[in-house]
């Protein structure tokens, strides 16, 4: 637009008519009506807010986490939600041969139970937007680990398997990530014997997942979530609890940290750190008390994984006795307290002992 124009422009002045002047008294008493309404709403809204926040039993952090969004996995507050987050669980090798771990400190969810010769193994589960160089030793599958891996439609890894386990994979339902016929996706170290050295990363796994999602393979993501809350929660003062493998050497205990509100883990009486030095903590630890029998003569167990049964629920210092309940293979674990509600978890990261016996837990107050 020339100069010229704009000069033109700038220079006209509308005529106005005798009812004019009437008209521009009206908008500007509109105007100012309309800025007094403001300004009052302004003045009043926050407390009108805050008593109707009050009179429905809310306080100021419970209206703020109504609004927030939270991680599917660990709970912990986002500023937008992730939707069709992939998961990846990944068999973690206890033996004392395997010591110490890599990774596991990272993983938001943690399932661990006995095998054979009164050994545990973990269960580890991490999700795609994290990154992890190293996670292992990955050691193989049994059957009851992957109906808690399952029920997170996760990439399940693992190196070979017992017979059961691999027919139940072979049968389908579980998005196998089988280190022998997957190797690329896998490293072996040298500064570990075998079969103690395989180990993979959140990034190996997600080119996997990539691969056989550009194929059709990849399942779909119907996975439940757990309930989480910031409060602190309600019951007996517990300082420590300690699981009882059987063996001195995987005798696992918790201690709560005061001033972190965590649990510190020891194994065999030492911290149990991992390969980096870094300790393995947690803000929820869960008991599961269920069945668990010896089915041959290498000590394999058969572990009841699906219905209900007896839990503890270790938070914030505090015990909590829970029911635990899984309907199917599919569905999610989830615990519930004396009035049949759901239980939630801190935000952070979780751990599952399971054990055959409430005998085999030891608690501290």
Do not use: C
């Not at 394999?300 to 829970?322: H, P």
């Amino acid at each position: 637009m020339s100069n010229k124009i704009k000069e033109e422009q700038s220079n006209i002045k509308r005529k106005r008519t005798p009812r004019e002047p009437l008209k521009d008294r009206t908008t500007v008493f509109l105007g100012a009506l309309t800025l007094a309404l403001a300004f009052v709403f302004i003045l009043i809204a926050p407390k009108f807010f805050a008593q109707t926040a009050v009179s429905l039993g809310m306080d100021d952090q419970t209206v703020i986490d109504e609004v927030q969004y939270r991680h599917p996995l660990s709970g912990l507050s986002l500023d937008e939600p992730l939707e069709d987050l992939q998961i990846y669980g990944v068999m973690i090798d206890n033996h004392v041969d395997a010591w110490p771990p890599a990774g596991i400190d990272q993983a938001a969810l943690v399932i661990e139970a006995p095998v054979e010769a009164s050994i545990s193994r973990m269960l580890a589960f991490f999700s795609e937007d994290q990154h992890v160089e190293a996670i292992g030793p990955v050691r193989s599958a049994r059957p009851y680990y992957l109906d808690w891996n399952n029920e997170l439609d996760a990439l399940y890894a693992h190196v070979g398997g017992s017979n059961t386990a691999l027919d139940l994979i072979a049968s389908g339902g579980t998005f196998d990530f089988n280190q022998y016929w997957n190797g690329g996706f896998y490293w072996r170290s040298s500064y570990r014997y075998a079969p103690h050295n395989v180990f993979t990363s959140t990034e190996d796994m997600a080119a996997y997942v990539e691969e056989r999602d550009e194929a059709g393979r990849a399942p779909e993501l119907l996975y439940g979530v757990w309930k989480f809350d910031d409060s602190m929660m309600e019951g007996d003062d517990v300082t420590a609890v300690a699981i009882d493998f059987s063996a001195p050497t995987y005798y696992a205990e918790w201690e709560y940290n005061v001033e972190q509100n965590r649990y510190v883990r020891s194994q065999a009486g030492l911290a149990h750190k991992t390969d980096e030095g870094n300790q393995i903590m947690a803000n929820n630890v869960v008991v599961v008390v269920t069945d668990i029998e010896v089915i041959d003569s290498v000590g394999r167990r058969d572990v009841r994984t699906t219905g209900e049964g007896e839990g503890y629920l270790f938070q914030d210092g505090v015990m909590m006795e829970v029911t635990w309940r899984k309907p199917s293979a599919t569905e999610r674990l989830r615990f519930y307290n004396e009035d049949d509600q759901e239980v939630a978890m801190n935000a952070g990261i979780t751990w599952i002992e399971v054990i055959g016996s409430v005998e085999d837990m030891k608690i501290e107050e």
